[in-house]
């Protein structure tokens, strides 16, 4: 159980066109997502939480313009990064709170997508 | 804002031995969780501990077990009967808010276990 996956795994886009990550938590409804994002060899980063049906929140220094959040399910949230640039290539991983699950408070992580911005 | 600490960026020890990865965290809360997450090659992140702050006792699980000292504020992982499959990086995590806020990272322990 508490499986997330991510869409698509890896992706190559050209500088200045936009690109959609989708995250589903697939046994389990996630009324809340975050979103990270990890440089090589380098820690994992929280970008935003993302809540079903509201608007995300972003930490301090992410552009909400840039990186668009939407959680239009409870089994869904959507990033979308924006006029990608070549500094905007990384490895972004989202997970999903299983609220109901054995602590309320696991969250369990998709496999990631590798962005590369040419 | 909380910040998690860890002061060692590889480790390496032989199988069967045990090995103790340390981890410092800082915050002003009292409602917090604590993990310890594993990222082997593949990147794909594996829960392999958690603690609730307001716990005393320390979680185990398996050959896996926790140091939890609060007024510390130090968080270390043991790993007993170390195996090769435990290679990997290991992170410590903070969430806040009662375990409801997103993660806070350490920068990592990559954890090399020698045949």
């Known amino acids: 159980g508490a499986v997330v996956s991510q869409h698509p795994s890896r992706v190559i886009c050209k500088s200045g066109t936009s690109v959609k990550i989708e995250c589903r938590s697939l046994?389990?409804?996630?009324?809340?997502m975050f979103w990270y994002r990890q440089f090589p060899k380098k820690s994992l980063m929280l970008m935003a939480t993302?809540?079903?049906?509201?608007?995300?929140?972003?930490e301090q220094g992410v552009e909400k313009d840039k990186f668009l959040i939407n959680h239009a399910s409870l089994t869904l949230s959507t990033l979308t990064v924006t006029s990608a640039h070549p500094e905007d290539s990384s490895f972004y991983i989202c997970s999903a709170r299983d609220s109901q699950g054995k602590s309320g408070v696991e969250q369990y992580f998709g496999p990631g997508t590798r962005l590369t911005v040419t | 804002a909380q910040t998690v600490t860890q002061s060692q960026p590889e480790m390496s020890v032989q199988e069967a031995e045990t090995v103790t990865l340390s981890c410092t965290y800082d915050t002003s809360e009292s409602n917090y969780y604590l993990f310890w997450y594993k990222q082997p090659p593949s990147r794909q992140m594996i829960l392999v501990i958690r603690?609730?702050?307001?716990?005393?006792q320390n979680a185990t699980e398996n050959r896996f077990s926790v140091n939890f000292q609060k007024a510390a504020k130090s968080f270390s992982l043991k790993i007993s009967d170390s195996q090769l499959g435990d290679t990997a990086m290991y992170f410590c995590a903070f969430s806040g808010g009662g375990g409801a806020d997103g993660l806070t990272f350490g920068k990592g322990t990559h954890l090399i276990i020698q045949p």
């Open positions: 993302s809540n079903e049906g509201s608007k995300a929140t972003y």
């Open positions: 046994d389990f409804q996630a009324t809340t």
């Open positions: 603690q609730e702050a307001y716990k005393q």
